[in-house]
């Protein structure tokens, strides 16, 4: 006997797609989304750039200062005391900046030129519009001077080794008379003990051998002995100018612009001069100088020529102008800052 058993049929399920207004939604959603991420990838990029522009620029004002600064402060410093009076007997001194160290500070406005720093567009030439500085002063550790030989001798016997001294340097010799500048022909004995100031062909070259003051340039000049009046002390000089130049490439579609130094050098026994970019990003450099007696900085211009070759300087206001290295904006400006600080100069601090 068979049993029917009834099959059991169950009917599909409707299967269901999504709406129109569904899939827009989703659309709509998924956009807003996408568009906040975005924007916050782009905002997070931008802000990046911004910290990493503002760092550098920072970076390059610490530099900037730093250098500048200590060769602010030891403007017109010698090894013994200030207001000394001066014999330089390198020839023709006033020829090259380098070597003419009457003054110890002078500035030059936006547009005057200074000799071996021209204006133009090529490496390292001198932007118009920005200022300059020339600083000259003595280098810290001094050599004591034990004697000189009698009469009109080249020959000074120092005291202590000084290693720190080569042929063609240019030094001071100075005690609480006077100062002499000239360049060393020669050095002997072990350490350097003996140190020769001799005329001869060096570049610059001493026109005399003789270290009195006032200066005369002849084969003994006027003969002055700094061993038979201690203390005495040899140190040798620097001269140092600051100035805003073009550096040869290429920033935002504009020549990039830097800060140089430009320093007195010894090559191989003759003096020269050696200029080294130091920051780039510096736009601008301006410079304003305190007189003393004055209650107002003024710009380099209104600082007469007495003015420069005495000791009436006694501050100099810095601002430079520094940019990043990015458009940080929509408008396409870059961050740009100032940098102003004022030095003392403590050689001529009352």
């Known amino acids: 006997m068979k049993i029917f058993r009834p099959q059991l049929h169950s009917s599909p399920a409707r299967a269901r797609g999504v709406t129109l207004i569904e899939l827009m939604i989703a659309l709509v959603l998924g956009l ?53 009076d001066v014999a330089n007997v390198l020839k023709n001194p006033t020829t090259n900046w380098y070597t003419d160290f009457t003054g110890g500070v002078r500035g030059y ?63 001071m010799a ?17 350490g350097n003990l003996n140190l020769v100031h001799n005329t001869g062909a060096a570049v610059p070259g001493n026109c005399s051998k003789g270290l009195g003051f006032p200066t005369v340039c002849s084969a003994t000049g006027t003969y002055y002995d700094f061993g038979d009046n201690p203390p005495a002390v040899i140190a040798k000089l620097k001269a140092t100018r600051w100035y805003v130049g073009y550096n040869g490439r290429t920033y935002l579609g504009q020549p990039s612009r830097s800060l140089y130094q430009t320093t007195l050098t010894n090559n191989s026994g003759n003096a020269g001069t050696v200029t080294n970019e130091i920051t780039e990003g510096v736009r601008d450099m301006q410079l304003k100088f305190l007189l003393a007696g004055a209650s107002t900085y003024v710009d380099p211009s209104a600082v007469t020529a007495a003015d420069w070759l005495t000791d009436k300087v006694v501050a100099v206001n810095l601002d430079l102008t520094l940019e990043g290295s990015d458009r940080v904006s929509t408008d396409g400006t870059v961050l740009s800052r100032h940098l102003e600080h004022t030095v003392t100069i403590r050689n001529r601090a009352p």
């Open 32 to 84: 807003l989304v996408s568009g906040a991420a975005l924007a916050l990838f782009v905002t997070n990029k931008q802000t990046y750039k911004t910290s990493e522009s503002l760092g550098r620029v920072q970076e390059a004002e610490r530099t900037a200062f730093e250098l500048m600064a200590r060769d602010l402060r030891e403007a017109a410093g010698n090894a013994c005391e200030k207001d000394l």
């Open 109 to 171: 406005d936006n547009t005057v030129a200074s000799a071996g720093s021209p204006f133009g567009t090529a490496v390292q030439s001198r932007v118009l519009g920005t200022d300059a500085i020339e600083l000259k002063s003595s280098v810290s550790g001094e050599t004591a001077i034990d004697r000189q030989p009698g009469g009109p001798s080249a020959d000074i016997k120092l005291g202590a080794v000084a290693n720190n001294l080569q042929v063609g340097d240019i030094v």
């Open 174 to 190: 100075c005690n609480f008379d006077h100062a002499a500048i000239f360049q060393i022909s020669q050095l002997n004995g072990a």
